[in-house]
């Protein structure tokens, strides 16, 4: 499988921010929607508590939560367990893929000497505990290698012009027992192997001003140890929360999403990726629980987003043709409480407004009287449902924050305004659209979209 990393051409989409946004309520009427419904319900918005959901931010975001591990586990328990406290009935959807175990410790050291390294694995790095004389092996290429032996040593190579697989692998067909990538330039050095090869060695990677320092150590026996990784099929689930409508005389067979994950990236705690939406997802089913909808409301949390967006995919596919015919929305909440991000924004697929978009510029504009702004974006669990028609958009502030995907992702950095702010404008839309009286337009299919790879797959990182 090809990992997955931040997109060049979405990153650069992203960080042109308010430009490529279409901030305009006047879109609207582009796509045929002037019925303006008067009232939102000032009672529901008064239920919607922060508080509650930066306390829930609070217990999921005690440690990482790497899809397939206990810790998803225990998360799926205590989402299931929230949603029933509120009178839920809950279904828990499981399924498996191929995914890799991040390590569990990793060190590197000279040996002899008190290690001050602060080494980091590749993802699809194999675990192993091995010592070698420490050579220099250039950028790793195949010319850099030729006619030497590297037999049970330890390659110490620097990042640039081919891959890391292909570095570890060149190296490792040589002989050596371990691999250690350097960075080229200022930073720390994080990236992925691509996919799982039996024959790779342990490899870790260092920032070049450790790199460096360790150059000086060349002909000694370093020690790389990786403890804990490992590839193999895991299982994931999907937590499901479904509000029925309450007067079965009125009922419609629409369906409305609002969704979010619960998993994070290995050593993320993400209190915003994405315990923030997974609470706020919790939250407004717990708001609606008693609310009059003719509309099916399903409140879902997905796993393994970060692995590939496996959770919403896997929930799509389930669906028969008339679910997905009848699925009006889906309203994705991911990354919606960081204090250090930019505002409010909605990103749909293919950047064009859509039924949500609609929903959330007529609740935003009432609420703060201006309309949150749209733009263009994949990389999460809308994706699958645009791919197949469903009107979707992810809700998240532009830019991001710094500690995006890094052990800094807390509960400190959450800012309950902002939480408050989302609950308000993505409860009000949903409420909008499933009461029993509601009079806009109705299930607009839109054409199935294809998440183009570029989107949100790249190269591996050289
Ligand atoms: N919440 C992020 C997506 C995101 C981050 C979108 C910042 C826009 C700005 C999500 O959890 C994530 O990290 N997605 C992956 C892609 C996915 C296909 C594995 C990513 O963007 O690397
Ligand atoms: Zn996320």
Known sequence: MKKPIVSLTLAATLSIGAFGLQPAFAQSSEVGYHHVQDHFDKKLLKKIDAEKIYQNIDYLSKVPRVAGTDSEENAVHYIKEQFELYGYEVDIQPFTFYGYTPPTAIELSVVGQQGEYAPRAFTYSVSGNVTGELVDAGLGKQEDLQGRDLTGKIALVERGEISFSEKVLNAAEKGAVGVIIYNHSDGPLSGTLGEHNDDFVPAVALSKEEGEALSSELGNAVNITIEGAETGEKTSHNVIATKHPKNKTKATDDIIVVGSHHDSVAGAPGAN?????????????????????????????????????????HYVETLSEDEIDHTVANFNLDMVGSKDAGDLVMLTLDGKPNLVTELAQKSSEKLNGEATPYGQGGRSDH????????????????????????????????????????????????????????????????????????????????
């Open 383 to 462: 994706v699958p449902f645009a791919e197949v028609g469903i009107p979707a958009a992810l809700f998240i502030h532009s830019p991001s924050e710094p500690w995006y995907h890094t052990p800094e992702d807390t509960i400190d950095k959450i800012s309950k305004e902002k939480l408050q702010d989302v609950a308000e404008i993505v409860g009000s839309a949903v409420y909008d659209r499933a009461r029993v009286d509601y009079k806009g337009p109705k299930a607009k299919k839109g054409p199935k979209l294809k998440a183009k790879e570029e989107m949100f797959y790249e190269q591996e990182m050289k």
């Open 273 to 313: 990726d994405d315990a923030s939406g997974t609470a706020m997802t919790l939250e407004l089913a717990r708001v609606l629980k008693n609310e009059q909808t003719d509309t099916e409301i399903r409140f879902i949390t997905f796993g393994a987003e970060e692995v590939g967006l496996l959770g919403s995919s």
